[in-house]
């Protein structure tokens, strides 16, 4: 039933509330870093980026769907921005629960010149970024990196339930 309700949408329907999650990902994010004075960790920004990618490559498609028969391509694409989101997500609650390591970019302390986000910090002069593992922000129970694989996960298995059952 539900998967019928999912293959029901038009390509045009599934396009626009991709956008619609990016943007609102995106803008709570900012949302969070801006108002709630919360500063993301270098893998906040990474899943902030993919939030970026998934509506930009929205509005592309949005722009190319008439030039397209097969707007499956940008589906998947969906799909693929949205498993490394959620895979980045999965891998920093993880990080959290102590479960793996996290990379040496995410401790915080001091600002290490590894790469361009960790550099635009240097050269900005903002606080150095915290690190990967430290909660500080939870939403009933779960850290943002949960709710991200959460919700990246439910996009991924709605958008694969609507290539399968569109395959014409």
Not at 65 to 86: A, E, M, N, T, W
Not at 110 to 130: G, Q, S
Not at 137 to 156: D, Q, R, Y
Not at 158 to 167: A, G
């Amino acid at each position: 039933m539900l998967t019928n309700f999912i293959a029901s949408f038009k390509a045009r329907t599934v396009i626009y509330l991709t956008l619609f999650l990016g943007v609102t990902l995106t803008a709570s994010s900012f949302y969070i870093e801006h108002v709630l004075n919360e500063i993301p960790c270098p893998m906040c920004l990474w899943q902030r980026y993919s939030h970026m990618i998934l509506w930009g490559v929205a509005l592309v498609s949005l722009m190319l769907l008439p030039f397209f028969r097969k707007p499956k391509f940008f589906i998947f694409l969906f799909v693929l921005v949205g498993l490394y989101s959620g895979g980045v997500g999965l891998y920093q609650g993880a990080g959290q629960q102590g479960w793996v390591e996290l990379p040496q970019s995410c401790t915080g302390g001091n600002v290490e010149l590894l790469d361009a986000d960790n550099l635009f910090l240097a050269l900005t002069n903002v606080p150095k970024p915290p690190s990967c593992k430290d909660i500080d922000f939870e939403i009933l129970g779960l850290t943002l990196a949960w709710w991200n694989f959460i919700i990246m996960s439910i996009m991924v298995l709605c958008l694969t339930i609507w290539l399968n059952k569109n395959k014409r």
